[in-house]
């Protein structure tokens, strides 16, 4: 552990005047003075007054130019979590910005994760972004990590592994995502470290065995480069570097090679003012060292899918050592940083870049313009963006984070956990508390599903349900039900039919005549036959016809044309002598007691009755196998009927009034009116009236028609409220 050096105040301040001259300082050295208060007695475990890691959190800060609110909430980021300071006191003395900030890390410091899944790494990454609203809390969250990582030693070992697993799997790739390779190359060193000391300490045995050689080596390659380069009088930078301890661990393992096989242990990188140059230096460099074939990628005559542009080449040197040579323009090495972000991503995820990259490139070139470039409040608007407007994240019980459609309730929640628990779902708690049904899913939120075996979907949850995934479960699930029900409906009707004419169910509804007679009627099977008859499209004595021998069939139909149904005084119905029948008057036409009606079987609903004149019996396209002959008992006792009526009046005002009063001297009853304006006098009145029989309802309609200002009166027989059934 290398040791760190105590960073003082004027440190930090003079490090933001570099790149910040006229900087709020302010609001820097106010920050201090707070958090050396709130945090005053209180020492890391390090032994050092607890200050010391805001301080080395914000130092870190300047070195990505970071602004001072940024720099201020660094100071203050544990405040709110470990001290008695106060919300409200923040924003009085720094603002509502700085404590956002503040607020923003605090957040995230209560959140732990679980799961090491890679999928569930990349949504909790994703969740960080998305719940910090500022790229800020993330940087500055970044910069917390690295200080304690660098402070690791002081943690109890079992620690010291939970954290670094933590940080390989979620703060380094986030770190690489954003661009900030150099704090991804320290965070996955020491996370190394401490994850795998024995491979650690190999690496670092073998690296420290060859320093001397290699500096030599490495200083005497570039010098010879450079000379090439200015006896042909072309400019450019010669760089080097070595890779990273865990880079050559991964190496290693991921294509099983020994040290001594890791050809790109040492890069050179050159950059050149111009395209041409470019191969300029590689015709120097292939002139003075043999090129490895199968080693060299023009990456400028054929760019990667990212637009990354470089001529790689690993070339044999004087002393046997392979090297890597990048070669590149200026114009193409700041093109490239800012596309590291989606070449990274590619390289770990191995897939092409998607529309998330583009968002990273995007922010990678922001904060490499760096606050110094532009200080302006539309830059720093620029970082409080929502970068996954489209999701939310939200954690399971067991903290899993489960990334889900902006909008997602909670029972899209349970549908994207498992099919049952959503088909079994009864509500849900968010942080523990009960929500509404159609609660939307915050960034964060802590999700429990309630469940009971008696709960199944019903059509209302396609209301709540807003991803497609759970939309398609409740469909699936009611189309399903649906199928069953209808499956039971229709072999019931034939059942009772068969039945009725007294037919043995054993003799003539068997799996092969139900087959026989699906076929004979071009269906596919006798699933399919059921469901029609179940759904009312097929009608029971159609499968009959098809069921029974001809001479049976012929006493069915004689027995059918001498059925007449009578509608009693209990409002049952009797066709022939079977009097257990289900009767509903039809909603459309509303008959009456007088007026001429038919009987429609519906199957599973029994027998509908509508008046012969009602316009939704021809719409229906009734199956004239389905109507009976009706009358009416002479004997029906007056029962009051629902009748609609419309009246089109020449005076509106004051005529409900005036037809309820003529209505009611008729001894009848108004179930319901509307009244709706035609013009700005005449207007249409439409009522329900309760009426005895055709005679009653004449004598009202004459009464009404009677009265000044009334332009019509008609009984209305609506085919567009028919019913189906
Ligand atoms: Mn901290």
Known sequence: MQALRAIHLEEIIEAVREYQPDAEVDKILGAYAFASAAHKGQVRLSGEPYMSHPMQVAFILTKMKMDPAAIAAALMHDTLEDTEADPAQIRSI?????????????????????????????????????????????????????????????????????????????????????????????????????????????????????????????????????????????????????????????????????????????????????????????????????????????????????????????????????????????????????????????????????????????????????LSVDNSEEFIDTLKMDLFPNEVYVFTPKQEVKALPAGATPLDFAYGIHTQLGNHFLGALVNGKPVPPDYQLRNGDVVEVLTSNEQHPVRDWLKIAVTSHGRAKIKGYLRNAQKVESLRLGNEIVENELRRHGLDLKAFWTKETMEAAAVALGFKNAEVMLDRIGISSLSAYTVLHKLLPAEKWREVENRRKNYIASVTENLGVRVGDIHDMLIRFAGCCNPVPGDPILGYISAGHGLVIHAKSCPSLKSLEADPERLLEARWETAAKKQLRPVRILIKSLNRPGILARVSAAIAGCEANIASATVTATSAIEGDLDLTVEIEDLNHLQRILETVRGLDGIRSVERIMDARRAEKR
């Open 94 to 370: 720094f603002g509502g910005e700085v404590l956002l900030l503040v607020e923003g890390l605090t957040k995230l410091s209560r959140l732990t994760f679980a799961s090491k899944e890679e999928s569930q790494a990349e949504n909790v990454r994703k969740m960080i972004l998305a719940m910090s609203n500022d790229l800020r809390v993330v940087l500055i969250k970044l910069a917390d990590r690295l200080h304690n990582m660098r402070t690791l030693d002081f943690l109890p070992p079992q620690k010291q592994k939970f954290i670094s697993q933590e940080t390989m799997d979620i703060y380094a790739p986030l770190a690489n995502r954003l661009g900030l390779h150099w704090i991804k190359v320290e965070l996955e060193n020491i996370a190394f470290k401490y994850l795998m000391p024995f491979e650690y300490k190999r690496i670092e045995g073998l690296m420290k065995e060859r320093q001397e050689e290699l500096d030599k080596f490495i200083t005497s390659l570039c010098a010879q480069t450079r000379d090439l380069m200015l006896m042909e009088k072309i400019m450019g930078q010669v760089s080097w570097r070595f890779k990273h301890f865990y880079g050559i661990y991964r190496k290693m393992t991921e294509q099983n090679l020994d040290f001594d096989q890791i050809y790109d242990l040492i890069g050179v990188r050159i950059i050149t003012n111009s395209l041409l140059d470019c191969y300029k230096v590689l015709g120097l460099v292939h002139t003075k060292w043999k090129p490895i074939p199968g080693k060299f990628k023009d990456y400028i005559a054929l760019p990667k899918e990212n637009m990354y542009q470089s001529i790689h080449t690993t070339v044999l040197t004087h002393t046997g050592r392979r090297v890597e040579f990048q070669i590149r323009s200026s114009q193409m090495h700041r093109n490239s940083e800012d596309g590291v972000a989606a070449h990274f991503r590619y390289k770990e995820g191995k897939r092409p870049p998607t529309k998330d990259d583009e968002n990273f490139i995007w922010v990678k070139r922001l904060l490499d313009l760096g």
